[in-house]
């Protein structure tokens, strides 16, 4: 079972910036791909940002130029830097992973999984 964990969210003014953290643990083998989503109130969750395990990255065109993100292999962990924000940037931000983890001694299996989310409101 993997777990990941967000961090880093919060209120911030128009124009300001955020960092958001999030940590994947677990019986973790290897993580593929891992990405940034977001969700308003009544509205699907929409990509934000994704990034490949060797660094490629793909990214929502409302948020090219602002919003940059990175991983750490080493920690597992995967970030998003929220520059230039705008208030049509305030929603939840939920962080997922893909790879394979390990289940048993001998048994490996691919897991997908979310963490909670994390709040970013953009306001004066």
């Known amino acids: 079972q993997v777990q990941l964990v967000e961090s880093g969210g919060g209120l911030v003014q128009p124009g300001g910036s955020l960092r958001l953290s999030c940590a994947a643990s677990?019986?973790?083998?290897?993580?593929?791909?891992m990405g940034w989503y977001r969700q308003t109130p009544g509205k699907q969750r929409e990509l934000v940002a994704s990034?490949?395990?060797?660094?490629?990255?793909n990214y929502a065109d409302s948020v090219k130029g602002r919003l940059t993100i990175s991983r750490d292999n080493a920690k597992n962990t995967v970030y998003l830097q929220m520059n230039s924000l705008k208030p049509e940037d305030t929603a939840v931000y939920y962080c997922?992973?893909?790879?394979?983890?390990?289940?048993?001694?001998?048994?490996?299996?691919?897991?997908?999984?979310w963490g909670q989310g994390t709040q970013v409101s953009v306001s004066s």
């Open positions: 990034i490949t395990r060797d660094g490629s990255t």
């Open positions: 677990g019986s973790i083998v290897s993580i593929n791909d």
């Open positions: 997922k992973a893909d790879g394979l983890s390990k289940t048993t001694w001998t048994s490996f299996s691919a897991f997908s999984s």
